[in-house]
C-alpha cells in the first residue's frame, strides 16, 4: 500500500511539472488567431471583470464633458487566451486610441488553461504599472508609448513584451491537466512494465524482443537475458 501511494506522489509530482511547463511554452510561443479576436466597445464598465470602482470616474483633471465607457478585446490561440478590459474617457472632439486604464489577464495550459498572469495599467493611479497580483508572473510589463500603435491586435499585444510566464494556478485546469499527464505517465510505465513480462515469459530479450533463449547477453543489443528456466522449460514443452 505504502509502494502505490509513493507511486501516486510522483505520478503526481511528473504530471504537475508537465502542466507548468506545458503552459508555460503555450505562454511564450503559442502564435494568436486574430481571426478569431472579440471586440466589444461601449461596454457598460459595470459589466467588465475586475475593473476597480475608482476608474468609473474620470481622473480630477480631464475637463468634463467626458463619457466614460468601456472596452474589451480577446484573443484565443492553442493553449492560450488573452484577456485586455479597460475603461475609455471620451473627451469631445478627441480621438480616442483605446483605454485609459485597462488589465489584462493571459491564461495558458493545455488541454485546460491551468496558469494565469494578470496586470494592470493605469497611468493616473500611482505607479505607471500596477500589479493586481503579486510575484504570480514574471515579466509583465507596459510600454512606454501605448498609443504609437494602431492596429488593434498589436495594441493586445502590447502588454506582453515578452510575454509573461503565468504562475498563478488556475484551480481546476490545474488539477485536472495534472491528473491527465500524471495517468498518462502511469500508463505509459504499465505498458513496458507488461510488454517486458510477456518478452520475459516468452523467453525473448526484454529489451529489443529478440530471440535469447538460454544466452546470457542478447546478441542483437548486448543487455543481460533476464528469461526464467521456468519460462524456458514451458515454452519447450509447447513446442515453441
Keep these: 500500500m505504502l509502494h502505490r501511494a509513493r507511486l501516486i506522489v510522483v505520478f503526481m509530482l511528473f504530471g504537475a511539472v508537465v502542466n507548468v511547463l506545458v503552459a508555460w511554452g503555450c505562454a511564450l510561443w503559442s502564435p494568436l488567431e486574430f481571426g478569431r479576436m472579440s471586440f466589444e466597445y461601449d461596454v ?6 475586475s475593473i476597480p470602482p475608482e476608474w468609473w470616474e474620470p481622473p480630477y483633471h480631464f475637463n468634463p464633458p467626458i463619457i466614460v465607457t468601456g472596452e474589451r478585446v480577446s484573443a484565443t490561440g492553442h493553449g492560450l487566451s488573452v484577456v485586455r478590459s479597460g475603461v475609455c474617457y471620451l473627451r469631445i472632439n478627441s480621438y480616442n486610441y483605446g483605454p485609459d486604464r485597462c488589465m489584462m489577464s493571459l491564461r495558458a495550459g493545455f488541454p485546460f488553461r491551468s496558469l494565469e498572469a494578470a496586470g494592470t495599467y493605469d497611468p493616473y493611479g500611482g505607479p505607471r504599472v500596477r500589479q493586481t497580483s503579486i510575484d504570480w508572473e514574471w515579466a509583465l510589463r507596459t510600454p512606454d508609448h501605448p498609443l504609437e500603435i494602431a492596429r488593434i491586435h498589436e495594441q493586445l499585444l502590447l502588454f506582453m513584451p515578452p510575454r509573461p510566464l503565468p504562475l498563478r494556478p488556475v484551480p481546476m485546469g490545474f488539477v485536472l491537466n495534472t ?13 513496458i512494465g507488461a510488454r517486458r513480462a510477456m518478452r520475459r515469459r516468452r523467453g525473448l530479450c526484454i529489451h529489443c524482443g529478440y530471440d535469447a533463449r538460454s544466452l546470457a547477453v542478447c546478441p ?14 514451458a515454452r519447450d514443452a ?3
Excluded at 491528473?179 to 505498458?191: F, K, N, P, S
Aim: aromatic share 6%.
Design 44 to 49: 457598460d464598465v459595470s459589466r467588465l471583470n
Design 238 to 240: 509447447g513446442g515453441g
Design 220 to 233: 542483437e543489443c548486448g543487455h543481460a537475458c533476464a528469461t526464467s528456466p521456468a519460462s524456458r522449460v
Design 179 to 191: 491528473a491527465i499527464y500524471a495517468i498518462a505517465a502511469a500508463l505509459y510505465v504499465l505498458q
